[in-house]
């Protein structure tokens, strides 16, 4: 008598990130455009963050239209039929529903239904926690292949007038199929929170807030000086965690590809870990800006795409953010 086979798809030893797709804010914002709310100066924003000019999506265009151009993007590259697409994970922070979930309106757009589809609220770590997600879930057997999306329309949240944050933010949305692999390319995950510091990136005020009269519509905010020595001096510790877990050392590093938070964290980031010149370090910030759970995505395909990088080499992605939440992994760039 035969053994009941249980799981939809084999059990697989490894999985990896076939393709990636992107999709940006059609409209081009330079600081000159934002510095007069905020009492700054195209000057001072370079300095502080790095960044030019961010992209922002203009009103007729949702973050739902980023997060399918993106998909079918990575769907076409990765050679697959949507329908083979075993779970859907979408992360962000910016849907305007609180339900239903923007995975399962996604997963009807693209045609990957029945597949389950589900978001994740995990703000700038967002995109390293569905890949954490996606590469148990391929290995489990539970899906095949596993669609993963970071997306932001985080202009819906601005406060033009508000310094701590505002002046940062762009919109996006990256892609990624996760499938089985004969080879590892997916590390294990170094991932956490840390809810000491839970309002160091928040709204505000709550829905209920603005409901009720007492709040008027909530936008994002930052503890910026909190934010950085935390990213800089955790996250430095997480990114060594997990070059170790993957068994790697700085110099087999092809590229570092942080969450786009700032300039100058990227570039801490980078000294903590004393890599290498031959290593290139993901600077997406400087024309997009910071884009959330989009940025990891949207940086790593930018540097495939400009031939910075090729296929095949290992990079190092961190996501950090709103939380605090935290992931890191290294990933087989695709």
């Not at 239903?100 to 029945?114: C, H, M, R, V, Y």
């Amino acid at each position: 008598m035969t053994q009941p086979v249980l799981n939809q798809y084999d059990v697989v030893k490894y999985s990896r990130i076939y393709s990636l797709g992107a999709a940006r804010g059609d409209l081009t914002v330079t600081n000159d455009e934002i510095a007069g709310p905020i009492d700054s100066s195209d000057e001072w924003i370079r300095q502080r963050t790095g960044i030019i000019t961010r992209k922002r999506a203009s009103v007729d265009r949702s973050l739902m239209d980023m997060a399918v151009e993106a998909s079918n993007e990575a769907i076409k590259k990765a050679g697959i039929d949507p329908a083979e697409i075993g779970a859907v994970i979408f992360s962000t922070i910016t849907h305007p529903f609180q339900t239903p979930s923007a995975a399962t309106l996604l997963a009807e757009k693209i045609g990957a239904n029945p597949a389950p589809a589900y978001d994740v609220s995990a703000a700038c770590a967002g995109y390293c926690y569905g890949i954490a997600q996606a590469d148990a879930l391929v290995r489990s057997g539970m899906a095949k292949y596993v669609l993963v999306v970071g997306g932001e329309k985080l202009s819906d949240f601005i406060e033009p007038t508000d310094r701590s944050i505002s002046f940062l933010l762009g919109d996006g949305a990256g892609a990624a199929i996760v499938g089985p692999s004969d080879f590892p390319g997916i590390s294990p995950t170094v991932w956490g929170s840390d809810g000491s510091h839970w309002d160091a990136v928040s709204m505000t005020g709550s829905l209920i807030d603005f409901r009720d009269g007492k709040t008027t519509w909530p936008t994002l905010k930052q503890e910026g000086q909190t934010v950085f020595r935390w990213a800089v001096w955790e996250m430095a510790k997480t990114a060594k965690k997990a070059l170790e877990v993957a068994g790697v050392q700085a110099e087999d590093l092809t590229a570092l590809v942080t969450h786009q938070a700032n300039i100058r964290i990227i570039d801490e980031l980078a000294k903590q870990l004393k890599l290498p010149e031959s290593v290139v370090i993901a600077r997406d910030i400087v024309t997009s800006g910071n884009t959330s759970a989009a940025s990891i995505p949207l940086a790593m395909h930018a540097l495939l795409e400009s031939g910075e990088v090729k296929s095949g080499g290992l990079a190092l992605q961190i996501g950090f953010g709103a939380g605090l939440a935290f992931g890191a992994q290294v990933v087989v760039l695709p």
